[in-house]
């Protein structure tokens, strides 16, 4: 495993992981094991696909893009102008939310030490951050293999210490009345298509390169046991009393010290998201719309900022959007770069997916059907 092999899968890892694990908890005690499982297995499957896609067509194109340079390439200027509204407002929206709840965790840790409000935190959050957008990949890179690491290790801390308390009777198998509760927020927490054109800048020679679909699919085994070793381990505990945060729901059973400990571990996986996704975005401006790095760094860390400081406080209200409005846009966007890309792509690719036409009209389908569902359960719940 060489050292770009490691970094590549960091960056994977690292944006997969974020805030959507501390949801997940929360809609398998609401939906049921059997359904959660489900949903992993039909998602899992589903997200690492379409990443496999996006994989490809970076690797049959010589010139570098991010997604809106792949669509103006394969889909011409509409499909660039709505890949580009989706790609950069769901992408700024993320970043409002990771914002938001970095500063709710960095109160939980440092409230004792220092008078500060959350949004203050914030604030401190957003800078720290910013600063390493703008120094680019390669710090970030370094950064994700301590962080990673440290993430999967607070998160077996977390289940160690639920041991004593597991009653497997807390978890439901099955509960109809929630059974569309998981989709959105599991697709949310699966996804990682904008690490993918990053971690492929990564692997430099045409070896490393062979090596992306293993990073993937390694990536997405490495996050699934992750999620399910986190929400086993809170559900376990606080069955029917798990929080829609995981970790508040925790403190009459394990005490408060776990809040500290949830919120370090949240804290890791935030920052980790946040970077990964700001220099996705600062080098979508900077590749495909030839902004330079300073304005397109500013752009990205200042968008996030100026929501967040015109009144967009609420996380759920902010995930919620992002994961309705526009998974569903990227996800059948991505299945159509790809059938272009095998027909008009310059380069021959590491890889290449023999995938049938029904197949893919089957995730089409799937996506449709899934944010259906989520209407459906919002309005009727």
């Known amino acids: 495993m060489t050292k770009n ?20 908890p929360y809609t398998i005690s609401k939906s049921g094991l059997i359904v959660g499982l489900f949903y992993f297995f039909l998602l899992g499957g589903l997200t690492l696909t379409l990443h496999l896609f996006l994989g490809e067509i970076v690797l049959r194109t010589k010139e570098r893009h991010r997604l809106v340079g792949y669509a ?43 008078n500060l409000k959350a949004s203050e935190f914030s604030l401190f959050f957003w800078l720290v951050l910013s600063i390493f957008v ?40 099955f509960n109809l009345n929630h059974i ?11 996804f ?20 992306l679909k293993k990073i993937m699919i390694l990536t997405t085994i490495i996050v699934i046991l992750v999620y399910l ?16 945060d995981a970790l508040s729901g925790l403190v009459p059973f394990l005490g408060k010290k776990i809040i500290l400990l949830g919120a370090l571990s949240a804290l890791i996986t935030l920052a980790d998201s946040f970077l990964i996704l700001a220099i996705y975005l600062k080098n979508t401006f900077f590749y495909d719309f030839k902004i330079t790095k300073i304005v397109a760094s500013s752009i990205s860390c200042g968008l996030p900022l100026i929501l967040f400081l015109s009144g967009f406080q609420n996380f759920i209200q902010v995930i919620s959007f992002v994961g309705a409005f526009f998974g569903l ?10 059938k272009k890309a095998k027909i ?38």
């Open 5 to 24: 092999f490691l970094f590549a899968l960091s960056v994977l890892i690292g944006l997969t992981i974020g805030a959507g694990i501390f949801g997940i």
């Open 72 to 114: 103006q390439k394969y889909l011409g200027k509409k499909g660039k102008i709505l890949i580009s509204i989706c790609a950069i407002l769901s992408g700024i929206g993320v970043l409002l939310a990771y914002l938001i709840l970095g500063g709710n965790f960095l109160e939980i840790i440092f409230s004792p030490f220092f």
């Open 134 to 173: 703008f120094l680019g990949m390669k710090f970030v890179a370094l950064l994700e293999v301590f962080t990673n690491a440290s993430f999967i290790f607070i998160i077996f801390l977390i289940f160690f210490f639920s041991l004593n308390k597991f009653e497997f009777s807390n978890f439901p198998l």
């Open 180 to 190: 569309f509760l998981p989709y959105g927020v599991i697709l949310f927490s699966l």
């Open 192 to 211: 990682g298509l904008e690490a993918i054109p990053e971690a492929v800048d990564i692997l430099k020679t045409p070896q490393e390169k062979k090596d």
């Open 229 to 244: 070793l986190f929400s086993f381990s809170v559900v376990s505990v606080t069955g029917a009393f798990t929080s829609s």
């Open 329 to 338: 846009i990227q996800g059948i966007l991505i299945i159509f770069l790809f």
């Open 344 to 381: 008009l792509g310059d380069r021959e690719p590491e890889y290449s997916l023999k995938v049938p036409n029904p197949f893919l009209y089957f995730l089409i389908i799937v996506l449709i059907l899934g944010a259906i569902s989520q209407i459906f359960y919002e309005i009727y719940r």
